[in-house]
């Protein structure tokens, strides 16, 4: 790696994010604060590195006017709020934390289950307002209760774990083949699901054919007397329709933790159907958002992002190949090639070495989908012109030389 790396990091991410680039030599400017389009693409001028959460959209105009961009970091689960073809397509790494906040996410799912299952948040305000409001009516354990799972993945498959030791009967829905963990069932279609659920909860991925998947008809097919839970994303929902059904008392109580147009800065004003509805818990986005969960993904994400940028590995990447790779500095160079996936390209790059008397020590590739990516280490000098003639060559997307 050859010259200074800048990094922007917006959205208050841990600071233990901002130490590791740095202690890899790479200058970092933190923020607060989100960023819109146009206020991005001014950021992003001469920077390289990008650290965001999940208010700041990476859109392809973001790309376009970024050429010095060579990686993205989410520094959550989430991905769709960055456009992950056209990154790759311009030879920018995307990482994510896919794990690190799962524990925190299925922590607040627990609490907000067993809250509303005893009804807390309507005796809590009605004693704020000096009501005295002692009674069983409508409070229950959550033992023996049904929980429906839409969604089985890694956030998913823990509640079901922990709502099981809880004495909770647990099914799921998804999409995908998945293994039941414990005594979970899984349930044909979301309506089998409905039908039983005493609680209804999502952890379904950002992808767009999921918009608008819980709307009037959904709530209708729940159980009289079920909870809803949302600690997945905001656009899966129809608030007006879920406001409705809490009016009507169809469904007893909601925890909504994701809305589809979030305030960018905390402080900032929040408007919702949902809000003053004494049977609702309304968190701002804090499902991941402990201190254990900012630290481990502050750990991870930029531990991914230095990794590519040092050693050119790509492992866990959500838009290119992924190599593991050695991180041994005894070589004398190491390129990384980023490609289009045609034939005879891997030939091609092998061919420049010889021709120009660069001598190959190691080389690894692997390839997604429509891309290639091989990384060689040079035990010889490495001439200008053998650099050029990669770069020159018609499918390459980016190079770069590590060291």
């Known amino acids: 790696m050859t010259g200074v790396l800048r990094a922007l990091l917006l959205e208050s991410l841990h600071p233990l994010a901002t130490r590791i680039l740095t202690s890899a030599g790479i200058e970092v400017s933190a923020h607060q604060g989100a960023m819109d389009e146009d206020e991005l693409i001014a950021a992003l001028d001469g920077v390289q590195v990008l650290g965001i959460r999940s208010k700041t959209h990476v859109t392809e105009r973001v790309l376009e006017h970024a050429p010095d961009l060579l990686v993205v970091g989410a520094y959550c689960i989430g991905t769709n709020q960055i456009d992950l073809a056209g990154a790759a397509h311009r030879g920018v790494a995307a990482f994510n934390a896919p794990f690190s906040n799962t524990r ?17 948040t309507e005796r809590d305000k009605a004693l704020h307002a000096g009501v005295w409001d002692k009674s069983a009516e409508g409070a229950h354990e959550v033992r023996g209760r049904t929980l429906g799972i839409v969604g089985y993945g890694n956030i998913g498959s823990q509640l079901s774990v922990v709502a099981e030791a809880l004495g909770m009967s647990v ?3 998804d999409t995908a083949e998945k293994l039941a963990l414990g005594n979970a069932r899984r349930m044909d279609t979301i309506e089998d699901l409905l039908a039983v659920s005493d609680v209804v909860s999502l952890h379904v991925d950002g992808r767009a054919g999921n918009a608008g998947m819980f709307g009037r008809d959904r709530f209708a097919q ?13 656009f899966l929902v129809d608030y007006a329709a879920l406001r409705d059904a809490l009016v009507a008392g169809h469904v007893t109580g909601a925890a909504v933790d994701v809305f589809p147009h979030e305030p960018k800065s905390r402080g900032d004003e929040f408007d919702s159907d949902l809000r003053g509805l004494p049977n609702v818990i309304l968190t701002p986005h804090i499902g991941g958002s402990t201190e254990e969960a900012q630290e481990n993904i502050g750990l991870f994400v930029s531990g991914k ?7 050119g590995t790509t492992g866990l990447s959500v838009n290119l190949p992924m190599l593991g790779l050695e991180h041994s500095n005894e070589r004398a160079h190491r390129i990384a090639h980023l490609h289009r996936n045609t ?3 891997l030939a091609l790059v092998n061919q ?8 190959i020590e190691g080389q690894m590739l692997a390839t997604r989908g429509e891309f290639g990516y091989v990384v060689t280490d040079i035990g010889s000098a490495l001439p200008d012109d053998a650099v050029a003639a990669l770069e020159q060559m018609p499918d390459t997307i980016r190079l770069r030389v590590l060291s």
């Open 305 to 311: 992002i230095r990794d590519y940028l040092v050693h």
């Open 104 to 120: 925190s996410v299925v922590e607040l799912a627990v609490g907000e289950i067993i809250a509303l299952t005893r009804r807390l």
């Open 171 to 173: 099914v799921f829905y």
């Open 352 to 359: 420049t070495f010889a021709e120009h008397g660069a001598n």
């Open 222 to 234: 729940m159980k009289r007397g079920a909870i809803f839970l949302n600690l997945s994303r905001g």
């Open 343 to 345: 034939p005879g390209v």
